[in-house]
């Protein structure tokens, strides 16, 4: 009887052993691995929709030899809010938008398969085609008037004062369209194009900014089929 008591004691301690080891491995995944995330707008259409709720690598891009890769989908934070796009535009691209295409170093860049593809310049620059260069550390990139905007909220990060008017940006009190960047940063858009507020609108992302990688959709209460898919 005292044998089996102890027995009994043993497989109550070994089972709260292993919840406890259990939880603290949960913790750790959450906190420092994988992240929640839910599609707050209609933006990522039809790559990923408005409630879907996915999972995030937070060390996607924290592993030796990993970086943002070009048609990246990352998440980041922007004025406090978790944000979902993907990257177009890396460190030292030279980015041209054009009614009918996105080109990149020249060379065009393919439509995500399941993007909601419209004109990259909807709604901003008067359809025109505008070319600019994504800020690279340690570059000198130039700018003219039609892409100021983008290059502001750089600046600023830089600690520099920044005004924008329709001749371009004053910087710490002069007239500025040249500066050589002391960090990366990436151009994002929605692929939904029509209906993105992304890099086009408030310039462009910075490299501390980003959280992770999408890996995928764990409910989508809008499309059941879509639950566990892998984002692209």
């Known amino acids: 009887m005292e044998q089996s008591r102890h027995h009994h004691s043993l497989n109550i301690r070994d089972a ?39 999972v995030v690598s937070k060390i996607a891009y924290d592993m030796p030899g990993a970086s943002v890769q070009r048609g990246d989908v990352i998440v980041f934070t922007m004025n406090d809010q978790s944000l979902i796009k993907r990257a177009i535009g890396l460190p030292g691209d030279v980015v041209t938008l054009s009614p009918t295409a996105i080109r990149v170093n020249a060379q ?20 025109r085609t505008v070319s600019f260069t994504v800020p690279s550390a340690g570059r000198s990139i130039t700018w003219d008037r039609a892409t100021a905007h983008l290059y502001r909220s750089a600046l600023e990060r830089e600690g520099h004062k920044v005004q924008l008017d329709d001749r371009g940006l004053m910087v710490d009190g002069s007239r500025m369209t040249t500066h050589t960047f002391t960090s990366d940063a990436y151009f994002v858009m929605g692929d939904n194009r029509a209906n993105s507020y992304d890099s086009r609108y ?25 639950i566990f898919t892998m984002v692209h």
């Open 202 to 226: 408030w310039g462009f992302l910075p490299k501390e900014s980003i959280q992770g990688k999408p890996l995928f959709v764990y409910w989508s209460s809008a499309d059941r089929s879509r």
């Open 108 to 127: 065009i860049l393919p439509h995500p398969p399941l993007s909601a593809a419209t004109s990259p310049t909807a709604g901003i620059w008067d359809e």
């Open 16 to 54: 709260l052993i292993t919840a406890a080891w259990a939880i603290a491995i949960a913790l750790v995944l959450k906190i420092f691995v994988l992240g929640a995330f839910q599609i707050p707008s209609h933006s990522m259409a039809n790559t990923l929709l408005a409630g879907d709720y996915i």
